[in-house]
């Protein structure tokens, strides 16, 4: 009599790329949700909400928001993290103006000076908590101060009034929408891609996952993470010279708390607090969050206190989830 065989199938397991993909379109969709959701909500106690002048109106004013964003998921991939990116914004600024109005330089030899101090800031904080091996909270906590105070010595405390010199950049184009915006949208697009799909983007995840095993794998982490906050730092004063096109001035108070929101965005769009994961795209959407929160509650009458209350909620709560997720993905690992 022959022996019959049982043969049993093992379960097949998804493979890495198929568990990131996942995890990217489940991101994708919640968001999705989460921004459409709140457009309803808004669009239904407000009849002027679901209109083409809201939805431009707030596409012109997140560049800014959007393009420190991208420099913050960079740096918060790498387990980092800077407070002084408005105040970089406001001295970037600052220089910009002062070299258009008092030494009559040309745009360009001014936005490049402008871009140029917030390279040395973001520098600067890179390389001292690299160096020293201090948390990046209490450096950048210092430039903050730092970038601030540098600010107003160089305006002397007052607005510098540029005219519309940058006016170009904040103005509506096609469709109502400014250069600056296309402008940020390019950018989030090169973030994505850098972080996706270069092996700088590889080694930023690394030293976020496990800075050690990088070090042990022959990759040196200190050059990359300087370079990531001098990114940020760039970013931040090209967002102040979008801030003093729409403005046509450079205000010393220009940022004050602009970090919390550019850390509420990337944190929102999902960036992991503790490094190693993150998604430009899902920053944006974050941004858009934001943006349609604030848009939303200023459009409904809601008084500045009860918005602050209401963001400080929404932010909490992105913490909270991005903590849940992070634990369910330690138990499935």
Same mark, same amino acid.
């Given at each position: 009599?022959?022996?019959?065989?049982?043969?049993?199938?093992?379960?097949?397991?998804?493979?890495?790329?198929?568990?990131?993909?996942?995890?990217?379109?489940?991101?994708?969709?919640?968001?999705?949700?989460?921004?459409?959701?709140?457009?309803?909500?808004?669009?239904?106690?407000?009849?002027?909400?679901?209109?083409?002048?809201?939805?431009?109106?707030?596409?012109?004013?997140?560049?800014?928001?959007?393009?420190?964003?991208?420099?913050?998921?960079?740096?918060?991939?790498?387990?980092?993290?800077?407070?002084?990116?408005?105040?970089?914004?406001?001295?970037?600024?600052?220089?910009?103006?002062?070299?258009?109005?008092?030494?009559?330089?040309?745009?360009?030899?001014?936005?490049?000076?402008?871009?140029?101090?917030?390279?040395?800031?973001?520098?600067?904080?890179?390389?001292?908590?690299?160096?020293?091996?201090?948390?990046?909270?209490?450096?950048?906590?210092?430039?903050?101060?730092?970038?601030?105070?540098?600010?107003?010595?160089?305006?002397?405390?007052?607005?510098?009034?540029?005219?519309?010199?940058?006016?170009?950049?904040?103005?509506?184009?096609?469709?109502?929408?400014?250069?600056?915006?296309?402008?940020?949208?390019?950018?989030?697009?090169?973030?994505?891609?850098?972080?996706?799909?270069?092996?700088?983007?590889?080694?930023?995840?690394?030293?976020?996952?496990?800075?050690?095993?990088?070090?042990?794998?022959?990759?040196?982490?200190?050059?990359?993470?300087?370079?990531?906050?001098?990114?940020?730092?760039?970013?931040?004063?090209?967002?102040?010279?979008?801030?003093?096109?729409?403005?046509?001035?450079?205000?010393?108070?220009?940022?004050?708390?602009?970090?919390?929101?550019?850390?509420?965005?990337?944190?929102?769009?999902?960036?992991?607090?503790?490094?190693?994961?993150?998604?430009?795209?899902?920053?944006?959407?974050?941004?858009?969050?934001?943006?349609?929160?604030?848009?939303?509650?200023?459009?409904?009458?809601?008084?500045?206190?009860?918005?602050?209350?209401?963001?400080?909620?929404?932010?909490?709560?992105?913490?909270?989830?991005?903590?849940? %997720?992070?634990? %369910?993905?330690?138990?499935?690992?």
């Amino acid at each position: 009599m022959q022996s019959s065989q049982t043969i049993s199938a093992a379960p097949v397991s998804d493979s890495p790329k198929a568990t990131r993909l996942r995890h990217a379109l489940g991101g994708y969709i919640g968001l999705i949700a989460t921004l459409a959701a709140m457009i309803l909500l808004f669009g239904s106690i407000s009849q002027y909400f679901l209109t083409a002048e809201t939805f431009i109106t707030i596409a012109n004013d997140i560049p800014a928001l959007a393009i420190m964003a991208v420099g913050m998921t960079f740096v918060l991939v790498i387990a980092g993290i800077d407070l002084s990116v408005g105040s970089v914004m406001a001295l970037g600024a600052a220089v910009t103006a002062i070299a258009l109005q008092q030494w009559q330089w040309g745009i360009w030899p001014a936005a490049m000076l402008g871009l140029l101090v917030g390279l040395g800031c973001g520098l600067l904080t890179g390389m001292v908590s690299v160096g020293w091996r201090l948390p990046s909270f209490i450096v950048s906590l210092g430039m903050l101060e730092i970038a601030r105070g540098s600010a107003y010595i160089a305006t002397d405390s007052r607005t510098q009034y540029i005219g519309s010199t940058v006016e170009w950049l904040s103005a509506p184009i096609a469709g109502g929408i400014s250069p600056a915006f296309i402008l940020a949208i390019l950018i989030v697009i090169a973030g994505q891609i850098v972080l996706s799909r270069t092996v700088f983007g590889r080694y930023m995840i690394g030293i976020g996952t496990n800075e050690e095993a990088m070090r042990l794998a022959g990759v040196d982490p200190r050059p990359i993470k300087v370079a990531v906050f001098a990114l940020l730092g760039v970013l931040a004063a090209l967002a102040g010279l979008i801030q003093t096109s729409r403005l046509e001035a450079a205000d010393p108070n220009m940022g004050v708390g602009m970090e919390l929101q550019v850390i509420a965005a990337v944190v929102i769009g999902g960036t992991s607090l503790m490094g190693g994961r993150g998604s430009v795209i899902n920053t944006f959407f974050g941004v858009l969050i934001i943006a349609v929160l604030e848009a939303g509650l200023a459009q409904v009458g809601a008084s500045e206190p009860t918005k602050r209350i209401i963001t400080g909620c929404v932010i909490v709560a992105a913490v909270v989830l991005d903590m849940m %997720r992070e634990r %369910r993905r330690n138990r499935q690992a």
